[in-house]
């Protein structure tokens, strides 16, 4: 019988790198350092915690920067794109 089932919570199987503790709740944006929690961080399923890096607040505030310095650009290539799938559709 292997001595797997006797092990208590928080101690580490040591035929395996997984451990048997509790996951997070909670982790830290690098960005803003503040602890949150894992629902304010966006799902990422190419991620080994399955959550991106920086919280969404983060994230948000970002992209509204990256908006305001490209403004002119981003307009132009959602206008070009809208323009090709009205042509494709025939409307």
Do not use: I, W
């Not at 919570?9 to 949150?36: I, W």
């Not at 190419?46 to 890096?53: A, D, L, V």
């Amino acid at each position: 019988m292997s001595d797997h089932f006797l092990r208590t919570e928080g101690q580490r199987d040591p035929r395996s790198a997984v451990s048997l503790s509790k996951p997070a709740t909670t982790r830290r944006c690098p960005k803003c350092g503040e602890l949150r929690g894992l629902d304010e961080f966006a799902v990422d399923a190419s991620k080994s915690s399955g959550r991106e890096s920086h919280c969404k607040a983060c994230d948000n505030a970002k992209a509204r920067a990256y908006y305001a310095r490209n403004r002119v650009r981003v307009l132009a290539r959602v206008n070009e794109r809208n323009r090709r799938l009205r042509e494709a559709r025939g409307v």
